[in-house]
T-cell receptor, first 111, second 113 residues
Framework: DTGVSQNPRHKITKRGQNVTFRCDPI?????LYWYRQTLGQGPEFLTY????????KSRLLSDRFSAERPKGSFSTLEIQRTEQGDSAMYLC?????????FGQGTRLTVV | QKEVEQDPGPLSVPEGAIVSLNCTYS??????FMWYRQYSRKGPELLMY????GNKEDGRFTAQVDKSSKYISLFIRDSQPSDSATYLC?????????????FGTGTRLQVTL
């Protein structure tokens, strides 16, 4: 499968715990995005990488959120001290440069 | 006011009908436009991509863009039950650093037998 891969698909965590999600983009794509989607809404932009450089972050990305893309390959998104409001679908997309292809997402539930 | 407005539906049509899905936008910087299909609990799947005013056709799908009116549409011909999903419009500003997409809320479509 040469599409965007995200792991895990589902994560249930207790409030206050840290969680980390992984995204493996399409191999030749140098642009990688993280979006968040809540029920009944469209995806909202969180952050953008071009190769290994994080070039833009949304104001939605509080200081509890951190994203990395070491060596310009896979990316991780970590949420520290999770809150119930963090419950959402976290989507990763990659592109070259315009048409963005999404993974299946990681559904986070904070209890 | 949101940058992209999309009627959330739900929209219910009989099998074989022509479906029209629409979005309006307010940001003149948006220059390219996409339509995604999203099944429940899945990621968005790219259906159509266009960057100019006019029509673009791909099989049963036609994307239409009117930049002067800031209005885009997706038409689905001969709709099938398998088309039942949420349809998201998305648009991008090529001058920004990220070329990130701004999405509508999505329109939920139900095609009935």
């Amino acid at each position: 499968d040469t599409g965007v891969s995200q792991n895990p698909r589902h994560k249930i965590t207790k409030r206050g715990q840290n969680v980390t999600f992984r995204c493996d983009p399409i191999s030749e794509h140098n642009r990688l995005y993280w979006y968040r989607q809540t029920l009944g809404q469209g995806p909202e932009f969180l952050t953008y990488f071009q190769n290994e450089a994080q070039l833009e972050k949304s104001r939605l990305l509080s200081d509890r959120f951190s994203a990395e893309r070491p060596k310009g390959s896979f990316s991780t998104l970590e949420i520290q001290r999770t809150e119930q409001g963090d419950s959402a679908m976290y989507l990763c997309a990659s592109s070259l440069p315009r048409e963005a292809f999404f993974g299946q997402g990681t559904r986070l539930t904070v209890v | 006011q949101k940058e992209v407005e999309q009627d959330p539906g739900p929209l219910s049509v009989p099998e074989g009908a022509i479906v029209s899905l629409n979005c309006t936008y307010s940001n003149s910087a948006f220059q390219y436009f996409m339509w995604y299909r999203q099944y429940s609990r899945k990621g968005p799947e790219l259906l159509m991509y266009t960057y100019s005013s006019g029509n673009k056709e791909d099989g049963r799908f036609t994307a239409q863009v009117d930049k002067s009116s800031k209005y885009i549409s997706l038409f689905i011909r001969d709709s099938q039950p398998s088309d039942s999903a949420t349809y998201l419009c998305a648009m991008g500003d090529p001058t920004g650093t990220a070329s990130k997409l701004t999405f509508g809320t999505g329109t939920r479509l139900q095609v009935t037998l």
